[in-house]
């Protein structure tokens, strides 16, 4: 933020003042940067970058306002949900409107406009409108049309996997009032090309939410080539070949990574979580939102002794190593970042980039990440040699996740979450009661009592004792066996 309000107002920077209330010609400027390149926006500061701020009892609802408009037709069309974030600087509030290009032509109050180093400007002539439709069309292979798509190629027991996503990162979210159908137009995932009055659901509907027949008849060459090559640096040691929908394929590569990747202990504030999968989810989402679907080129993650090394199709916005300092965020599929953003998988543009430049330094003693930007993306993460302590801590993790990821069905990933550091509790402090659990996790004890429920229904511990004041909670035999072939088999190596 201190770097943007350094900076010159540009084609993809814009100050506005905004003591009170949304400046009336907001939307002009996100309608306009959405039909460009994208860019920020800086509520409370005036043309020259000085901040004059926003009143603090208003921020709320200028967010508010901000947000329901960008989800309304009457006010942008086709409406595409904005995240805004809130910074407090000197004293003073500001809000960040981080804009991203979009792979549609949007209007606002029905007029399109699009944005200049002068400002925005409304177009008015069908011939420049067609440019910029063209240049979408060209450039944004998620926005194809398919109009032999329909409902029924999309997997229906996604839609109730979505919601529940959506609701466990935003329970107010306004998507969760509308009909699986009436979200997908939201999401930009159907639509009607003004050149050809052709319409129908778009390549990035088939590829996040189709059956796999469906994404194998439109990209029969899609797939996920995941690789351990630590002994046999050849071929692999272990592999998982993934061809699904983006949805499960993000779930299913990550599993893949907490069975052979070491996991390090790491207070978040109070709060112990997963390194290894704060610094992977970024990989991983970043992964499957910037790549370019239309293009053969294999998609591979490789997991090497020393490093992790990524590759996938790209539709390059520049050239060479990535300067996580000073580099500028572009999308290269603006309707997948959307939806995987409602889903709470990606965070603000560009944010993977600088979290996994944070985090590595806690991962790994040396090392830097690498992100190299060409025709071929590529990604370079250094990884931790594992002590034998540390590879059998790792073991005894990935046993547990994947428990809980082939034991529990129909939960969302943070409950998920919860119920494998509740497992991993229960593991190393067996015969423990409910109170107690809840303590050690800092969760409440309805939230333990309820996650122990799921636990016992998958047969994962149990209860023993002869009542509730003398007995406790144990690993079930079929849990233990796990945990030994795990361990095992990390021994050997």
């Known amino acids: 933020m201190k770097r943007l309000l350094e900076e010159q107002e540009g084609i993809h920077l814009e100050f506005k003042e905004a003591r009170t209330s949304l400046p009336v010609n907001v939307f002009e400027t996100i309608c306009a940067m959405l039909n460009r390149d994208g860019g ?66 949007h209007k606002t109050a029905n007029k399109v406009f699009n944005r200049s180093n002068d400002g925005d400007f409304k177009v008015t002539q069908p011939q420049q409108i067609a440019e910029i439709y063209n240049y979408k069309t060209s450039h944004y ?80 060459y899609f797939k996920i080539d995941a690789l351990v090559r630590r002994e046999d640096i050849y071929r692999y040691d272990d592999r998982e070949y993934i061809q699904t929908n983006l ?102 543009l560009g944010s993977g980039v600088l979290n996994v430049n944070r985090l590595i330094k806690e991962y790994t003693d040396d090392g830097t990440p690498q992100f190299i930007e060409g025709n071929v993306f590529k990604t370079v993460i250094p990884i931790a040699h594992e002590s034998i302590e540390g590879a059998i801590e790792g073991a005894i993790e990935g046993a547990i996740e994947g428990a809980i990821e082939g034991a529990v069905e129909g939960v969302t990933q943070q409950v998920k979450e919860k119920l494998t550091l509740l497992l991993q509790m229960i593991a190393e402090n067996e015969g423990q009661k409910v109170p107690y659990y809840a303590a050690i996790t800092k969760m409440s004890v309805s939230s333990v009592e309820r996650y122990i429920k799921k636990l016992k229904t998958a047969d994962l511990i149990d209860f023993r004792g002869k009542s509730t004041l003398t007995g406790g909670y144990y690993l079930t035999d079929k849990m233990k066996k796990k945990l030994k072939g795990k361990i095992h088999g990390k021994n050997n190596d």
């Open 141 to 220: 292979t998620e926005g194809i049309i398919y109009p032999a798509l329909r409902f029924e190629d999309f997997k229906a027991d996604l839609f109730p996997k979505i919601k529940n996503l959506i609701r466990s990162h935003n329970d107010n979210h306004p998507w969760l009032a509308l009909t699986d159908q009436q979200m997908l137009e939201k999401a930009g995932l159907w639509k009607r090309d003004l050149k050809t009055s052709q319409e129908g659901y778009t390549l990035a509907a088939a590829l996040l939410l189709g059956k796999d027949e469906t994404i194998q008849q439109i990209i029969p």
């Open 40 to 105: 920020d926006i800086i509520l409370g500061a005036d043309d020259n970058g000085k901040i004059i701020g926003v009143e603090h009892n208003k921020i709320e609802s200028i967010v508010t306002n901000l947000v329901n408009l960008s989800n309304n037709p009457q006010k942008l069309e086709p409406p595409f949900i904005l995240f805004p974030q809130i910074y407090e600087i000197e004293g003073k509030w500001l809000i960040h409107i981080q804009v991203p290009a979009s792979s549609q032509v």
């Open 247 to 348: 949805i499960e394929a993000y779930e299913q590569l990550m599993t893949f990574i907490s069975k052979h990747l070491p996991d390090k202990f790491y207070m978040q504030g109070d709060q112990r979580v997963s390194l290894r999968n704060k610094i992977f989810r970024e990989i991983v989402a970043n992964l499957i939102v910037h790549r370019e679907y239309m293009n053969a080129y294999p998609c591979t993650f490789i997991i090497y002794e020393d490093r992790v090394e990524v590759e996938n199709a790209n539709n390059p916005h520049g050239e060479g190593p990535i300067d996580p300092e000073r580099f500028a965020p572009f999308p290269k599929n603006p309707a997948i970042v959307k939806f995987f953003m409602q889903l709470g998988r990606v965070d603000e």
